[in-house]
Every structure is written in C-alpha cells, then in structure tokens.
Nanobody
Framework: VQLQASGGGLVQTGGSLRLSCAAS????????MGWFRQAPGKERTFVAA????????LYADSVKGRFTISRDSAKNTVYLQMNSLKPEDTAVYYC?????????????WGQGTQVTVSS
C-alpha cells in the first residue's frame, strides 16, 4: 500500500482544514486507516483511526469533537476534517494503514503534510 497525504497548510486559530490520504496498491478497503501527528521536538502521536468498513472510529482526547475521520473506498481515500483548530494542533500529519483493528502497529506510512495554526 502506498499512501499520499495532502491538504495541509497555514490557517488561523478557529479555522478548518481537510486532509486527504490517497492509497494505491493492495486492497485499500480491507485496511484500518489512521492519522498521526508530530509536532517539532515531540514524538509522533495518534490522532484518529477508522475501521475498514467505516463503522468504527477512534479519536485522541485532544481532538474529540473537533476532528472527524472518514473514508471513501470508491476513491481509495481517507480524510481528516479538522475544525476549531488551535495552535497546539500545529504538526506534521501522517496517514497510516494496518491490517487489523486489534493490532497496535501500523504497517504502511505516507509522507507527512504540514499543518500550521497561527494564533
């Protein structure tokens, strides 16, 4: 699976962005998809995940109620809608894929896309 993230940019506090992650290669629809982020000088952390069917989602506490993960299997794409953005959301965002919801580790990673939220 090859993953290509896009949609990052510069936005003011309170603004919105939608990140996209286009997948190619093996059957996209069978993979759990996730978003992670890494702020400067910090470790990469989990943001959100969505099951292969889209029926289950999981969010980090810090983004609950503000971010929404979704997927379009027809387009082999997963999205991260980010609303009410805060300066602390500034980070490089990565999409990732894994074969099972029960497994913690992700098998495939895309390149990052920079999100910068100005105060």
């Amino acid at each position: 699976v090859q993953l290509q993230a896009s949609g990052g940019g510069l936005v003011q506090t309170g603004g919105s962005l939608r990140l996209s992650c286009a997948a190619s290669g093996r059957t996209f629809s069978s993979y759990v998809m996730g978003w992670f982020r890494q702020a400067p000088g910090k470790e990469r952390t989990f943001v959100a995940a969505i099951s292969w069917s889209g029926s289950s989602t999981l969010y980090a506490d810090s983004v609950k109620g503000r971010f929404t993960i979704s997927r379009d299997s027809a387009k082999n794409t997963v999205y991260l809608q980010m609303n009410s953005l805060k300066p602390e959301d500034t980070a490089v965002y990565y999409c990732a894929a894994k074969q099972s919801w029960r497994i913690n580790e992700y098998d495939y990673w895309g390149q990052g896309t920079q999100v910068t939220v100005s105060s």
